[in-house]
T-cell receptor, first 114, second 113 residues
Framework: KAGVTQTPRYLIKTRGQQVTLSCSPISGHRSVSWYQQTPGQGLQFLFEYFSETQRNKGNFPGRFSGRQFSNSRSEMNVSTLELGDSALYLC?????????????FGEGSWLTVV | DQQVKQNSPSLSVQEGRISILNCDYTNSMFDYFLWYKKYPAEGPTFLISISSIKDKNEDGRFTVFLNKSAKHLSLHIVPSQPGDSAVYFCAASAIRAGNMLTFGGGTRLMVKP
């Protein structure tokens, strides 16, 4: 069974540009969530999607957005990139949207903003 | 205000001995706790979890203990192996908060041969 797949793995963008990251959850998983990891702030929750609906949102500016498709695949978008957006972006999937399920992470997308 | 804290940034243990990683939380709504192992520039790997209705869960060399009254949990690794060297994160999710995880800051474990 394939794990959580994220693309691209590495990318470099320029300040002011936008970026789209993609995530394919484990087959059968309907909940997808996104996290940002930086050295200073650690692992922080961005948002969670379940059945194409955003269920929870972390404390990030509106430049960060996401969506989920009918096949549970998800994308996140960051517009008007800033240097501080350089981070490892992690996607996680779970079978249901309820607390108490194991949550599995992908390998991450490493974004560098120059 | 950090709701999940791992107060030890690093821990060094001899191979074959027990590793004990600690985690404290403040939010009484947390009802599910998970431990992850992580290498640099990779995603966290799930290790073990525990529901708030239990006080212990065991899986092979890994055991997690939960003390709800103290809002404290710990991960025991016995015996420790050099391959266990990584950063370990404690995470918690709350009732009615779906799969939103709140992470601790992590503890770097070094297991010396």
């Amino acid at each position: 069974k394939a794990g959580v797949t994220q693309t691209p793995r590495y990318l470099i963008k320029t300040r002011g540009q936008q970026v789209t990251l993609s995530c394919s959850p484990i087959s059968g998983h309907r909940s997808v969530s996104w996290y940002q990891q930086t050295p200073g702030q650690g692992l922080q929750f961005l948002f969670e999607y379940f059945s194409e609906t955003q269920r929870n949102k972390g404390n990030f500016p509106g430049r960060f957005s996401g969506r989920q498709f009918s096949n549970s695949r998800s994308e996140m978008n960051v517009s008007t990139l800033e240097l501080g957006d350089s981070a490892l972006y992690l996607c996680a999937s779970s079978q249901t949207g309820k607390s108490g399920n194991t949550i599995y992470f992908g390998e991450g997308s490493w974004l560098t903003v120059v | 205000d950090q709701q999940v804290k791992q107060n030890s940034p690093s821990l060094s243990v001899q191979e074959g001995r027990i590793s004990i990683l600690n985690c404290d939380y403040t939010n009484s709504m947390f009802d599910y706790f998970l431990w992850y192992k992580k290498y640099p520039a990779e995603g966290p790997t799930f290790l073990i979890s525990i529901s708030s209705i239990k006080d212990k869960n065991e899986d092979g060399r890994f055991t997690v203990f939960l003390n709800k009254s103290a809002k404290h949990l710990s991960l025991h690794i016995v015996p420790s192996q050099p391959g266990d060297s990584a950063v370990y994160f404690c995470a918690a999710s709350a009732i009615r908060a779906g799969n939103m995880l709140t992470f601790g800051g992590g503890t770097r474990l070094m297991v010396k041969p």
